[in-house]
């Protein structure tokens, strides 16, 4: 049903959002979907070295768009998160 359509779109490619603290961690889609369907194990190398400890402390549980989110915020607006991307 829905999950042929998505599946063709990944002809063109995929819109696979990471979550940096594992290998195997991503936020939800329905391409993801597909990858689940068919028991594809997906993974990425973006993930935050546990031993960096004020990046990990940062955004080492935060999504690759949730860290774009918090980039582009005011520091005043982001409990000051978005200062130690801008150190």
């Known amino acids: 049903g829905c999950y042929f359509f998505t599946f063709l779109m990944l002809i063109q490619g995929a ?11 991503f936020e ?7 990858f689940d369907i068919f028991k594809m194990k ?5 993930v935050v070295d546990p031993q960096d400890l004020g990046t990990a402390a940062a955004f080492g549980r935060l999504s690759f768009n949730q860290v774009m989110d918090v980039m ?16």
């Open 15 to 25: 819109n696979l959002n990471v979550i940096f603290a594992d290998v195997c961690a």
């Open 42 to 46: 997906l993974v990425h190398g973006w």
């Open 72 to 87: 582009v915020q005011d520091s005043g607006d982001d409990g000051g998160r978005g200062a130690a991307f801008r150190e």
């Open 28 to 34: 939800y889609t329905e391409e993801i979907a597909v």
